[in-house]
């Protein structure tokens, strides 16, 4: 199916890159792309390789995760990305990092004000936490559909990031808009008093 097989291919692209970029570590860390017309997510395989990981290895489900296509288990946040696409009709991907500044908030459950220009447009103000839920669980995407309502990302406590978008583009770019917001403003905290841009003190 040729849009399948677009998909699997953006998957793919935006997984690589996000490794490269030291967004996630090891086999951390998942994505996926929302195929409306079949109620299908195409979505990165669990626990493996992003080195080796091929377009064969995507794996298809519907949003019960019953497997359509592929040869291997879906992420296994599979039920984060299925809430978020039933809850939240504008979203047509999701991009879910361990990216190590953002994290570390997260661990902190910590919220980051607006600080940079960026975050207007791109995360739509400040980076908000999710509620801790067990890893694996719907509760995770359940918990973090809220804040996604009003915000391209936020944070998911003692976990990582998640970043939706219109397209996979969109969400990793969103994603690498947090770690850039979170490694400034840890290095500002390190430096001096950050200032919040006017406007957006709440």
Not at 7 to 33: C, D, H, P
Not at 154 to 160: E, Q, T, V, Y
Request: hydrophobic fraction near 40%; charged fraction near 20%; charge should be negative.
């Amino acid at each position: 199916m040729e849009g399948l097989t677009r998909f699997k291919q953006a998957i793919l692209r935006a997984a690589k890159k996000a490794y490269r970029e030291k967004l996630m570590a090891g086999t951390s860390g998942n994505m996926s792309v929302f195929f409306p017309e079949r109620k299908w997510m195409i979505i990165t395989p669990s626990s493996y390789d992003y080195e080796i990981m091929e377009e064969k290895d995507i794996v298809v489900t519907d949003l019960e995760g019953n497997v359509i296509e592929g040869c291997h288990r879906p992420s296994s946040e599979w039920r984060m990305h299925a809430e978020i696409y039933r809850h939240l009709p504008h979203v047509g991907a999701v991009v879910h990092t361990h990216s190590p500044y953002a994290t570390s908030f997260a661990v902190n459950h910590q919220e980051i004000p607006v600080v940079l220009i960026e975050m207007i447009p791109f995360l739509k103000g400040k980076l908000e936490v999710s509620p801790y839920a067990k890893q694996g669980s719907a509760q995770v995407g359940l918990n973090a559909v809220p804040i996604l309502t009003r915000k391209n990302a936020c944070l998911m406590a003692n976990h990582g990031v998640v970043a939706v978008g219109d397209t996979i583009e969109s969400a990793y770019m969103n994603s690498v808009y947090v770690e850039d917001t979170a490694k400034i403003y840890h290095m500002a905290v390190q430096s001096g008093t950050p200032v919040v841009i006017p406007g957006y003190e709440e």
